[in-house]
């Protein structure tokens, strides 16, 4: 059975740094596109960070040259390194892997940015 699970939300400053974790199991995460999503309340879920199959990284303009997403395949881990985080990326956090009609959500994790 396949399981993500996301760590490392928290209340954070606005300036201040996270980083997220996705852990999964049941899956070879390395043979998966994988992606951060993110949906605040009253908002639709939206794609922060992704990377596609050959490798490359894609990200939203509201979030590029601050977050960076990466994978440890040893660690069958995902993470997103968050820095200088603004109050409105507050929202949950979701990791999402996917392959041909497979794909895998996380069940969130809570990012609050408020002094």
């Known amino acids: 059975q396949v399981h993500l699970v996301e760590s490392g939300g928290t209340l954070v400053q606005p300036g201040g740094s996270l980083r997220l974790s996705c852990a999964a199991s049941g899956i070879t995460l390395e043979n998966y596109a994988v992606a951060w999503f993110r949906q605040a309340p009253g908002q639709r879920r939206e794609l922060v960070a992704q990377?596609?199959?050959?490798?490359?990284?894609n990200y939203a303009d509201s979030v590029r040259g601050r977050f960076t997403i990466s994978t440890d395949n040893a660690k069958k881990t995902l993470y997103l390194q968050m820095n200088s985080l603004k109050p409105e990326d507050s929202a949950v956090y979701y990791c999402?892997?996917?392959?041909?009609?497979?794909?895998?959500w996380g069940q969130g994790t809570q990012v609050t940015v408020s002094s």
């Open positions: 999402y892997a996917h392959w041909a009609l497979d794909q895998y």
């Open positions: 990377i596609v199959s050959d490798g490359r990284t």
